[in-house]
């Protein structure tokens, strides 16, 4: 992708097109018509789009009750103009598509929407992790040179759909955003645009620095490696801990582990000359950032942030009580999609990770998969991760 081409987004007046049927975009739906923005959604997931526009007929709107410590405080109520399965009926003429996905559905979603993609569109990723630029342009080829690319960290919500089609509960509406943008060009575009559209918006630097930014891959790895780094098979727990309000020291201590080796392959980049990547601390962008807490520690901040109550860990029932659940996604997507991402990109740098290395090992075992092998990501099954070598890139200069 052309880092400096001149491409002109639509920030006043833009037609958004929401892809995706989950949790995020039930809000979305919700907040941005009432913001007066025109708004469609495109569901191709099963029947989701039947669902969710039979809700809205037969309610008349989607209903966002945010809780009141948010900027938006109670009801919001929205009704899209389009909600469909077929991507003819809502792409042409979308001046944004925002894809609140999974690293997971990047491909496939991609797929679904290149023959109806025009020069000129913004397409915009939240949280924006797993390398979503590198998968762009293995599904898109040179199109991605005509198009802008952004990543929207942090999620804007957590939230959970209460009746399908119909209501969503909003636990947490951010604060603050950063964004990565290709090319860089369109970087206050898009800063514009994620304000109108969110909140106060700054730019994160390289795109780079949206992948390798320190959220999911870093929370949810270090809580599941500390609290079941000793399981083995047959095991059970009487309840299902909770996951963040049960945050001990030792995971608190196993994030600032991995942060450091993540800060490390930032470092080695800035050193390389990529100036422009930053690799902020987990507790610095979320305490100082995104929720403008003053807890003193990680372990505190997870406890006592009301954005984290209430989430359960990713276990399942069993007879006797509760186990992990390794085909859950905080392994299929945090393992392959996240810290194997910043595995390649450490040996790209040639920089040490023991932190990363240690808990992908334990996890690929559980997971039955072989990513790293002797301190190198170069298992048999990286081709199912968006580390960059899946993807050709095998020297540094090629990042």
Not at 93 to 118: C, M, N, R, W
Not at 198 to 218: D, K, M, Q, R, W
Not at 266 to 277: H, M, R, Y
Not at 354 to 382: F, N, S
Request: proline share 7%.
């Amino acid at each position: 992708m052309n880092p400096t081409a001149n491409i002109s987004i639509n920030t006043q007046t833009p037609t958004v097109c929401i892809i995706g049927g989950g949790n995020a975009a039930h809000v979305l739906a919700a907040l941005l018509p009432s913001r007066g923005i025109s708004t469609r959604v495109l569901a191709t997931f099963g029947d989701e789009a039947e669902r969710m526009a039979n809700g809205v007929a037969e309610q008349g709107h989607i209903s966002a009750e945010f809780a009141e410590h948010n900027p938006v405080k109670g009801t919001v109520n929205g009704k899209p103009e389009i909600i469909s399965a077929n991507p003819t009926e809502v792409i042409p003429g979308s001046d944004v598509l925002l894809l609140p996905l999974p690293s997971f559905a990047y491909q496939s979603v991609l797929e679904t929407i290149k023959p109806h993609l025009k020069p000129g569109m913004a397409i915009g990723v939240t949280p924006g992790q797993g390398g979503f630029d590198w998968v762009a342009r293995e599904v898109l080829g040179d199109l991605v040179d005509q198009l802008v690319l952004f990543a929207i960290l942090p999620m804007p919500f957590n939230c959970r759909i209460t009746d399908y089609g119909k209501q969503v509960e909003v636990q947490e509406f951010k604060h603050n955003y950063r964004v990565g943008v290709l090319p860089t060009s369109a970087t206050n575009d898009i800063i514009a645009l994620n304000e109108k559209l969110f909140g106060h918006t700054e730019s994160c630097g390289h795109f780079l620095s949206a992948t390798l930014y320190p959220v999911n891959a870093i929370l949810h790895p270090s809580r599941l490696y500390t609290l079941c780094k000793d399981w083995q098979p047959g095991q059970t727990l009487p309840e299902n801990p909770l996951f963040y309000e049960g945050m001990t020291e030792a995971a608190a201590d196993m994030m600032n582990a991995l942060n450091k080796d993540l800060i490390a392959i930032g470092n080695g980049l800035v050193a390389a000359g990529k100036e422009a990547i930053e690799v902020p601390h987990i507790y610095d962008f979320l305490t100082r950032y995104v929720y403008e807490d003053n807890s003193p520690d990680l372990a505190t901040f997870f406890r006592t942030n009301p954005a984290y109550k209430g989430f359960r860990c990713p276990f399942k029932e069993v007879e006797g009580g509760w186990e992990p659940d390794f085909a859950n996604r905080y392994f299929t997507e945090d393992i392959p999609l996240g810290l194997c991402v910043y595995k390649g990109v450490a040996d790209l740098a040639s920089v040490a990770t023991p932190t990363i290395d240690t808990v992908i090992t334990w996890a690929q075992q559980h997971m039955g998969k072989e990513y790293v092998v002797d301190g190198k990501l170069c298992g048999r099954d990286v081709g199912e991760t968006h580390a960059p070598q899946r993807f050709g890139i095998t020297e540094l200069a090629q990042l």
